[in-house]
């Protein structure tokens, strides 16, 4: 057990919808990573946050968003749903920012029909 | 360009057989970080090791050990031994200095038949 929790576990939504997942990083953890996990695209980083402040971005669409919250929780908010984006969405956190090694919660699987 | 290249998509070996996952990365700094993260069958990512660029002494801890070179920029990970609860995809990682973000390789799968 990494520390690290997500919520829900499984999602399943319709095209067109709008959901947020949830991340709690480990006690003393200050930042939070958000990756999508898909079979043709592997584990792609979308966005970082640290202390509340956005650090980072990958390869974030323009229908998602993200947010820390001052108890340092994360939410990532996918919205406009497609097909293309039922994947695994992992948060992972670390102590400060890159270049520490990240621990990964469960992840959310969501899918898309 | 940065670039984490693990050219063996899959794996499969017998118990007790030894078997090595490459990983060849592309960057243009001198200061970087190097990982290894194991994602088992129930899908949570664990973090094996980190190596920065300066440390290029390889490292053992049990049956796993590493193999940085710099020289033909590559840091393999071997198991020794393999056990079927080594079953999993294994990714090797790239953070660049300076930057924020971590870039994973496409990872490989290893399957241990008992």
């Known amino acids: 057990d990494s520390g690290v929790t997500q919520t829900p576990k499984h999602l399943i939504t319709a095209t067109g919808q709008r959901v947020t997942l949830r991340c709690s990083p480990r006690?003393?953890?200050?930042?939070v990573y958000w990756y999508q996990q898909s079979l043709d695209q592997g584990l792609q980083f979308l966005i970082q946050?640290?202390?509340?402040?956005?650090?980072a971005k990958g390869n974030i669409l323009e229908r998602f968003s993200a947010q820390q919250f001052p108890d340092l929780h994360s939410e990532l908010n996918l919205s406009s749903l497609e097909l293309g984006d039922s994947a695994l969405y992992f948060c992972?956190?670390?102590?400060?920012?890159?270049?520490?090694?990240?621990?990964f919660g469960p992840g959310t699987r969501l899918t898309v029909t | 360009a940065q670039k984490v290249t693990q050219a063996q998509t899959e794996i499969s070996v017998v118990e007790k057989e030894d078997v090595t996952l490459d990983c060849v990365y592309e960057?243009?700094?001198?200061?970087?970080?190097l990982f290894w993260y194991k994602q088992p069958p129930s899908g949570e990512l664990v973090f094996l090791i980190r190596?920065?660029?300066?440390?290029?002494q390889n490292e053992i801890s049990g049956r796993y050990s590493w193999n940085f070179q710099k020289s033909t920029s590559s840091f393999n990970f071997t198991i020794t031994a393999s056990q079927v609860v080594d079953s999993a995809v294994y990714f090797c990682?790239?953070?660049?200095?300076?930057?924020?973000?971590?870039?994973f390789g496409a990872g490989t799968r290893l399957f241990v038949k008992a």
């Open positions: 992972a956190s670390s102590v400060e920012g890159e270049p520490y090694e990240q621990y």
């Open positions: 006690s003393g953890d200050l930042s």
């Open positions: 946050y640290y202390n509340g402040e956005e650090r």
């Open positions: 960057t243009r700094d001198t200061t970087y970080y």
């Open positions: 190596r920065n660029s300066f440390d290029e």
């Open positions: 990682a790239l953070n660049p200095s300076g930057g924020f973000k971590t870039i």
